[in-house]
Structure formats: C-alpha cells, structure tokens
C-alpha cells in the first residue's frame, strides 16, 4: 500500500556541539559556557571537553547530556553501585568525593553572598564516610502480573517507576545485606500482591523494618515474619494505613548523642546520616558558646536532637515542634535522661506565636532547623528576642538565603558556615550558619 507524507512533516535532530566543562554545580552537573549562555551538561566534570546533546534550549541556560567524554578527569570516579545512571537515589558516584564537596561549598558560599552583599566562604566541610553512612530507607514495593513477581526499589531518576535493587552502597551495611533476603521472603508472603513499601531502619539496639500491607495478614504470613525477624535480628512493625503500628516482638528503638538515649518510633524523622549528626549536633553547641546561665530556644526541635543535648550545658532549654507526636517523644526523652530543665511545647510555626506561652522567656540563644520550606514565619520573632547567638540549620540553600536576610536586616553578622556532607554522592546540598550580634 502506498504512504503519502505531508510537506509540513519533517525530522527533527537533536542538537550536538562539543564543549569544555568549566565547573561543577552543586547537583552534579557540568557548568559550561554555549552561546553566551550557560549549558548545564550531566555526566562531564570539569575540565572534561564533552560531546554533547542538546535536551533543552532556554533563552537564558541550556541543558544536555554528555554523549562522549574525551580526556577523561583525574576526578572522574567508577561508580561503585550497578544501578547507577538508573536509581534516582544518587546523582554523583561518577564525581570524587573530593570535588563533590567542594562544588556544594563554592554553591554554598555564593548563594549566601548575594544575601548578605560581601563575600561569604564556607568556614569547614562537616563530613563522616562517604559509603555506608544511610541508616534510613524506604523501599517501594509493586506486584508486576505480568511477569508474576514482586518489584523491590527505588524509583528511576525522574520516574515513579521502580527499579528492582539488590545492593546500595550507601546504605549502612546491616541493611544493604537485607536487601536480597528480604526480598525473597516478601515475595513468599500470601500478601504478596497487596504489600505498600517498605521502610528500613538501623537503630543502636538493632536494624527494624516498617511493612506498609493493604490487606489485614494471615496467621501464615505473621509466622513467615516472625521467623525472618528472629533469623536476622530485625525488629518488625507492620503498618495497615492506621495511625498505629504493630509490633511483631519489636523492642523501642533508639539512639545515642552525647551520652544521651533516644528513642524514637520507627516512623518519626531521624538524620540518616549519624557521623554527620553527631558532628553536627557538637558543632552547634560549640558555636552557641553555651553557658550555665544561658536560656536556649530551639525551633523546629524534631524529637529533640538538638534541645536535649543542649539541655545539658544550660539553665533552661525550650523546644517548639509542629508535629503532636514528635513532641510527645520529646518529653519523653528529656524524662527517661533525667533532663528537667528541658520542656518541649507543639506549635505550627507557619503561625503567629507572639501569643505562645514559650514566647517571650527571655532566650538569649536561639537554634532553628526548620525544613525545606524554611522558618519565614518566626524569623521576625527572633529579631525580637535579640539573641546573642542565632545557629541556622538548613537543608535547602535557597530558604536559608532568604531568611538570613532578616537577621542581617536587624543587625546580625554571618559569623560562620559550614557544609554539611549529609548525603554524599546526592544533589543535597545542607549546611549551618551562626549568627552573632555584638
């Protein structure tokens, strides 16, 4: 049979050029001048001259994906995971641990700049083993009917799919060498087909598992479970989309900080990170230049991984947090250590809190470490109880730009910075500033 083609049909190339990658941006990506305009190369470094193909073309920056790299950089790394380029887990295991800190840092410094108008340099890089360090994952899990088997993984950069993962070498080793026997035990499971996620977890008493199941688990399946968590030492919860969870034999989770117990529940928020936390949570207190006559206030407290460590150096330390139940783990910490001066109130800090009964106590020294979104709702408060010291912890540069302004604004000085090497070989860029008035 005949096929006619239109004249308004034709077919389209992308574009190819070749160019010299100047440096790195703090996501990974190579930084290179096309066009009087910026191109944004994944998968070059600096140094590198790069055959590229075009992928978008702004009026301002292009983008493109390095097609062939020819002379190769002396900091050009083998990727040590298999499902590298595939997971969305990590962008940079291709980049030396070296020159991934270093373009975060140069990032770091040059937003922080912009705000407080002179130049800004980041003090110190506050790093712990670049593999091996993740204590925290969650895991997808999907009944593929086709094929008759159940997926176990990690999403696909820039996709909600899955890709099936037997090893992470980022994740600490207790849990990567749970990745292939518990996948094989899931898959045995009567539920099979009817199972959420999985979250895996490893605490200083152990490693623990929370199973997200759609349908109530037969007395087999709970065997099954049972049998795995005594097999491997692992704590099991099981999650059936209630507020609760059940545990299958499971002991309270917990860890250490500065000679401090805390627990958690398996589903509340820890650092992933512990030789970063605890270098971090050290830092603060050195940067607070905490006395025993000091009233500390610390926003965005979490379960309190900063006050009650704080609560041991000072008078009086207060947490706010926004979450009832992180709160409520909070001042069970401070009574299982014995911490008395240290109390905890639940606020949404998104709101006033001129009228919060914590509110005007007189803190001289104020710690924040609010999420992505920032503290812009309390940065005005904090102006107002003038404190002497201000430590910012943030985990996106862009808010904590915006927010230091304020402080700036009433006559604070950016006295130090530091990077956080929370999630190396990652797009993560995290960091700390103290804030001084004189």
Known sequence: MAQFYSAKQRVTTKQRLSVTIDELDPFGQGVARHNGKTLFVSGALPGEQAEVILTEDKRQFARGKARKITQPSPQRQQPRCIHFGVCGGCQQQHVSVAL????????????????????????????????????????????????????MGFR???SNDLIDVTQCPVLVPELEALLQPL?????????VKRLGHVELVLADNGPLMVLRH???????????????????RLMIWLADGSDALQALGAEQPYYRSFDLQLTFSPQDFIQVNDGVNQQMVAQAIAWLDLQPDDRVLDLFCGMGNFTLP?????????????VAALVRQAEYNAQLNNLRNVCFFQHNLEEDVSRQPWAAQGFNKVLLDPARAGAAGVMSHIVKLAPQRVVYVSCNP????????????????????????M??????????????KT
């Not at 704080?310 to 926004?322: D, P, R, S, T, W």
């Not at 808010?399 to 090497?421: C, F, I, K, N, P």
Request: proline share 3%; glycine share 6%; net charge positive.
């Open 100 to 151: 991934q800190q270093e373009s975060k840092a140069r990032a770091l410094g040059r937003m922080l700049s912009q705000e407080a108008a002179l130049p800004v340099q980041v003090d110190e890089i506050i790093s712990a083993a670049p593999w091996g360090y993740r204590r925290r994952a969650r895991l997808g899990l999907q009944w593929l009917p086709k094929q008759q088997r159940l997926q």
């Open 156 to 158: 696909q950069a820039g």
């Open 310 to 322: 704080l609560g041991k150096f000072v008078q009086n330390a207060v947490g706010v947090e926004g």
């Open 398 to 421: 862009t808010t904590l730009a915006r927010d230091s302004q304020t402080l700036l604004s009433a006559g604070y000085h950016l006295e130090r910075v530091a990077m956080l090497d």
């Open 183 to 191: 996948h094989h035990c899931l898959s045995s499971l009567h539920a």
């Open 214 to 232: 759609l349908d109530a688990l037969s007395a087999a399946d709970r065997t099954k479970l049972e049998r795995f968590s005594h097999e491997h």
């Open 423 to 436: 999630f190396p070989h990652t797009s993560h860029l995290e960091s700390m500033v103290l804030f001084s």
